[in-house]
């Protein structure tokens, strides 16, 4: 089992950028996939990112491709979300989550960090 706990949201402009984290608990964090999801107001739950166990390999949605780095770092046990080019449209509240396999249901949750991009 594995325990999330995300950091690093906030209130910035157009075009600012952010770095959200998400520190792993227990001492298996590199054998899990990790994912990074957000959900804004009114909407579902969408995917943003995700990294591989090795941190090797990596996808993005098209909606941040080009903008959104994920990283992680399995000495810290910790996953990053670097955001640049923040647009309004990226106002969420965004959660990291993590997976034994490459595909189906990731079945550990953080509680969220809000970020909120002002025009």
């Known amino acids: 089992q594995v325990q999330l706990v995300e950091s690093g949201g906030g209130l910035v402009q157009t075009g600012g950028s952010l770095r959200l984290s998400c520190a792993a608990s227990g001492r298996t964090f590199s054998s899990y996939n990790m994912g990074w999801f957000r959900q804004a107001p009114g909407k579902e739950r969408e995917f943003v990112a995700r990294i591989r166990r090795s941190g090797s390999i990596t996808y993005y949605a098209d909606s941040v491709k080009g903008r959104f780095t994920i990283s992680r770092d399995n000495a810290k046990n910790t996953v990053y979300l670097q955001m640049n080019s923040l647009k309004p449209e990226d106002t969420a509240v965004y959660y990291c989550?993590?997976?034994?396999?490459?595909?189906?249901?990731?079945?550990?949750w953080g509680q969220g960090t809000q970020v909120t991009v002002s025009s």
């Open positions: 989550a993590a997976r034994a396999g490459l595909s189906g249901n990731y079945a550990y």
